[in-house]
């Protein structure tokens, strides 16, 4: 269902005055022709219309398993789990024609996609949020009781009965606090260095519809089996607070990072210290001032956390900006990244908790995406993806961002119907092929509106991100 003819790739530079020749990210021509691929799903679903991808693990023989979210038009949910070749075909000795699927339970929604994990092996573990026994969609619908749900799918794509019940770990944060309304999202999953796995997000406050959340952190042990969970108050904070990472500190305190309003009613980020036995927060360390949304949050190296940002001036409402916000013992720091370039000739911005960060090694890191199209009349449009490479040293002052390795992408349908405008797309992370960066989201099929997507898989070439003497 693919015309190579009917690709377009929109590749901008974001140009701030550096010397020498610039290197824009490039797409691999070696991956299915192009460096993008679209993967559908109605001929085994039976009219699947809202499909994404959430993660991409590196599998046997430099296979990729990507896995992700299939909806059929009834509703219904399906883990959608493929293996590429490193061309980027399918493989046709995976499943049928490349492709498994896990039925889901009814009452689940992968609407936050960020919280999914490779952790070796070619296996996945996901989190979702699942029906807790309300009524109603979860998280969306007054009334409606939400839990978290996390499930760990194997490389050759079925659930994993060495993980918590026949590959699912259940967790109801109302066993935790009281007072919550029902609503609860996964927002981000870490894998520390013990192996243990750090679940992150937001839990809504009663009454519903308030607009008031806290942060939640749950830990897990590598094989699924709850260790405790905890949805602190954070001082100073208030509002809608989320937490989009946490990973163990050098002194072995949790640290949990994310966002939230201050007395001020900024948007800010944080720096919570949490006892590592009880969960409960020992210092919260504050900073920004404007509009700032993280998410992505991952650990570089022990005693460094980075996230994703957006950030744009209290009141605003201008395009956000991409900038690293780098969490360090005693301190943080953040670091502006070049902005997004036009797309058809309209400007972009970053759309806020679609950021997310890969660590290339103990140095860099890439940060990925989704970026908005604001034409003048108003509203915008999910039209690409922005992408940045920075150095992260020991202190703020040695952190740099590299101007002539960023690059804004967009993928094009072939639908004649687009007439080369792009189609709408969605990021969702970033993950390494055998040392190539590759994202994997969604996209439409036909342009704006449209509701029909597939997955979206694209690879990059790690030797374009180095180049300008960035080593």
């Known amino acids: ?183 609860e999202a996964p927002l981000g999953l870490n894998r520390a260095a013990s192996g243990e796995l750090l679940l992150t997000g937001m839990a809504e406050l009663a009454p519903a519809g308030g607009g008031q959340s806290r942060p939640f952190v749950a830990r897990f042990s ?46 800010v980020y944080y720096l919570g210290l949490l006892d590592a036995a009880t969960l409960q927060p020992t210092a919260t360390i504050r900073g920004g001032g404007g509009d700032d949304v993280l998410q992505g949050a991952r650990l570089l190296r022990p005693g460094v956390l980075v996230a994703g940002s957006s950030w744009r001036a209290h009141g605003s409402s201008g395009p956000r900006t991409p900038r690293l916000v780098v969490f360090r013992q005693g301190g943080i720091s953040t670091l502006d990244l070049p902005p997004s370039a036009p797309i058809d000739g309209v400007a972009t911005g970053i759309l806020s908790s679609a950021e997310s960060i890969m660590p290339l090694d103990a140095t860099h890191v890439l940060y990925g995406a989704q970026v908005v199209k604001r034409p003048a009349g108003g509203g915008f449009a999910h039209s690409g993806f922005h992408l940045a490479l920075a150095r992260i040293g020991a202190t703020a002052a040695e952190d740099a961002a590299l101007p002539a390795d960023a690059a804004t992408v967009s993928y094009r349908s072939p639908s004649p119907s687009c007439a080369g405008q792009a189609s709408q797309q969605v990021h969702t992370r970033l993950s390494l092929w055998n040392g190539a960066p590759v994202l994997v989201g969604s996209a439409t099929r036909q342009c704006n509106p449209d509701t029909d997507s597939d997955w979206l898989i694209a690879r990059f070439t790690l030797g374009e991100l180095f180049s300008d003497g960035f080593e």
């Not at 991956?31 to 993660?55: C, M, N, Q, S, V």
């Not at 108050?233 to 163990?248: I, N, V």
């Open 1 to 183: 269902m693919r015309s190579v003819a009917g690709w377009w790739v929109a590749i901008a530079l974001a140009m701030l005055g550096l010397a020498g020749a610039a290197r824009a990210v490039k797409l691999d021509a070696g991956f299915d022709g192009d460096g993008w691929k679209t993967i559908g799903f109605d001929p085994l679903t039976a009219g699947a219309d809202f499909d994404r991808a959430y993660a991409s693990c590196p599998g046997p023989d430099g296979t990729q398993i990507v896995s992700g979210m299939v909806r059929g038009i009834s509703g219904s949910d399906w883990i959608g789990v493929v293996r590429l070749r490193p061309d980027g075909s399918l493989d046709p000795a995976f499943g049928s024609a490349g492709r498994r699927f896990i039925a889901l339970s009814s009452g689940g929604t992968f609407s936050f996609g960020h919280a999914a994990l490779c952790v070796g092996g070619g296996r996945t573990v996901v989190a979702r949020s699942v029906s807790g026994g309300g009524t109603g969609a979860c998280w969306n619908d007054a009334g409606a009781e939400c839990n978290l749900q996390l499930l760990r799918i194997t490389a050759e794509g079925q659930l994993d009965p060495g993980f918590g019940t026949g590959g699912v770990t259940m967790l109801d944060l109302d066993d935790f606090r009281g007072g919550l309304a029902g609503g």
């Open 222 to 267: 590598a094989d699924g089996a709850l260790a405790g969970a905890s949805v602190p108050d954070l001082p100073g904070l208030s509002g809608a607070m989320s937490a989009s990472g946490a990973d163990y500190g050098p002194g072995g305190e949790l640290w949990l990072v994310g966002d939230g309003d201050d007395a001020s009613g900024q948007r």
